[in-house]
């Protein structure tokens, strides 16, 4: 059975950092190109970053947030830096078979449960 746990979230104050992990079992995990989502109240579920052959991000977090993944570990990475308000939303971590990335959610095969983080003064 396939598992993504996402850890890392909490409660910053804007221009703070966050690193958020996502761990995955009962998959091949080096098979799989890895996304990050995130969905705000009220809104769609939109592309953060993946990693996989290439990284890509959405154009508001470019500069500001890294994709990262170790293999060994199974594991992958968001480091966040200098955080907005805007940000905040639930992060969601998921696994596309395959080398390739895509910023499609529909694409992505596997989702974990998301973690929560809130930029706020």
């Known amino acids: 059975q396939v598992q993504l746990v996402e850890s890392g979230g909490g409660l910053v104050q804007p221009g703070d950092s966050l690193r958020l992990s996502c761990a995955a079992t009962?998959?091949?995990?080096?098979?799989?190109?890895m996304g990050w989502f995130r969905q705000a109240p009220g809104k769609e579920r939109e592309f953060v970053a993946a990693i996989g052959g290439s990284t890509g991000y959405t154009d508001s977090v470019k500069g500001r947030f890294t994709i990262s993944r170790d293999n060994a570990k199974r594991t992958v990475y968001l480091q966040m830096n200098s955080l907005k308000p805007e940000d905040t939303a639930g992060y969601y971590c998921a696994a596309l078979r395959g080398v390739g990335i895509s910023r499609q959610a529909r694409k992505y095969d596997y989702w974990g449960q998301g973690t929560q983080v809130t930029v706020s003064s």
């Open positions: 009962g998959l091949t995990f080096n098979w799989y190109g």
